[in-house]
């Protein structure tokens, strides 16, 4: 049998459309299901029915008068995709002021083992400490996939860079057989301190034990709690959050005049909340990147409620910085496709206090 071609044409838009729907739904709601037996399949039912049955839509409804469906339905997911594009670039943040490696070699697109690591820059004029040094790693998601010198080689290199303060910001495992060999793993390597909080697969897997592991190797966990630290005689607050996997508390200890505020918390989908309590700055992994990007187009499927918006790197929101780091480890799939594990080294620097003349 062979189809007219206005049905082709009718069942590829439907399909397309269909596919558009099922790519929001994957990114927004599928993703943040608890890990379970059921959620690969409930993904691959969704796919089947939301653009099968999209497609078939297409060979059943007559084609002309039917068309404003799947193309009223593109033209919504456009203008979202524009809507995206114009938050992003009015939150940019600054772009690293130094990367390795510095470009996407395009004819590597397993980058699963090839750490990158990127450098950011940001001062404080309100802040009167000097400047510090800080370490963002996250989604370790220590689970057997990766040789434990991938792991040594990103505590290596985050060690060399001669970190104040060390944030890990989650994910540590997927799998809870994979607790001891975490244990090995993890030590702390900030001159000031380590700090974390858990991510979704540790609430998934075991929190207390996660937590429990996580505290015996010398790392300090904030969940849900504020630490003040001081850094050359400045404030510095720290508090983590782990909403939403640890429910019912939402809010974060207000910023105090004077202090630096700094939030870890997994998922950057807090930011909105957090920059309402006046936080400088919130550090978050959860996103991986996209684990899987297209050169030019970047990450595809993105586990938030805000799909690819806070995807990975620098942004300012409501005043408050946010760094996304991308993470090292994988989930899903043990493979990332130009999209490199990677670690932030965040420079913060602050206008210290003038020495008054009379001091000399
Ligand atoms: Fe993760």
């Known amino acids: ?72 339905v593109l033209c919504l997911i456009v203008v979202g995709e524009v809507r995206r594009v114009f938050i992003r670039r009015k939150c940019a943040g600054s772009s690293p002021v130094d990367a390795k490696p510095h470009q996407l070699d395009i004819t590597r697109p397993f ?36 040789a434990p010198e991938l792991y040594r080689h990103v505590f290596s290199v985050a060690e060399q860079s001669c970190p104040d303060l060390v944030f890990m910001v989650g994910d540590f495992i997927t799998k809870l057989e994979s607790l001891p060999a975490l244990s090995e793993l993890l030590r702390p390597i900030g001159k000031l301190g380590t700090f974390a909080v858990l991510g979704n697969h540790d609430y998934w897997t075991d929190a207390e034990k996660v937590g429990a592991v996580v505290s015996d190797c010398g790392i300090r966990l904030l969940t849900n709690e504020s630490v003040g630290i001081e850094i050359a005689g400045a404030a510095v607050r720290l508090t983590g959050t782990d909403y939403p996997w640890k429910r019912g508390e939402k809010t974060i200890a207000a910023s105090l005049p004077g202090e630096l505020h700094l939030v870890l918390s997994h998922t950057p989908d ?63 799939l043990p493979v990332r496709i130009y999209c490199r594990p990677d670690i932030f080294i965040i420079d913060i620097s602050g206008q210290p206090e003038k020495e008054s003349p009379d001091n000399n």
């Open 111 to 146: 980058t699963t083992n090839d750490l990158a690591c990127y450098r950011y820059q940001v001062s404080f004029h309100d802040w009167r400490g000097s400047a510090f040094r800080i370490v963002l790693l996250s989604d370790f998601h220590v689970d057997g996939s990766f």
């Open 270 to 332: 807090n930011i909105y909340r957090i920059s309402k309590s006046g936080a400088d700055c919130v550090f978050s992994g959860h996103c991986h990147a996209g684990q899987i990007r297209l050169p030019f187009a970047g990450s595809i499927v993105v586990p938030s409620v805000y799909g690819r918006r806070f995807d990975h790197g620098h942004f300012i929101v409501n005043g408050t910085h946010l760094f996304v780091a991308g993470g090292i480890g994988t989930t899903v």
């Open 1 to 72: 049998m062979v189809l007219p071609m206005m049905d082709l044409v009718s069942i590829l838009v439907f399909a397309t459309a269909g596919f558009g729907l099922f790519l929001m739904l994957l990114n927004r709601r599928l993703f943040l299901i608890p890990d379970c037996r059921l959620k690969r399949p409930v993904m691959v039912l969704s796919f089947v029915v939301i653009t099968g049955g999209s497609a078939l839509l297409g060979f059943v409804l007559p084609s002309r008068p039917c068309f404003f469906i799947p193309v009223g």
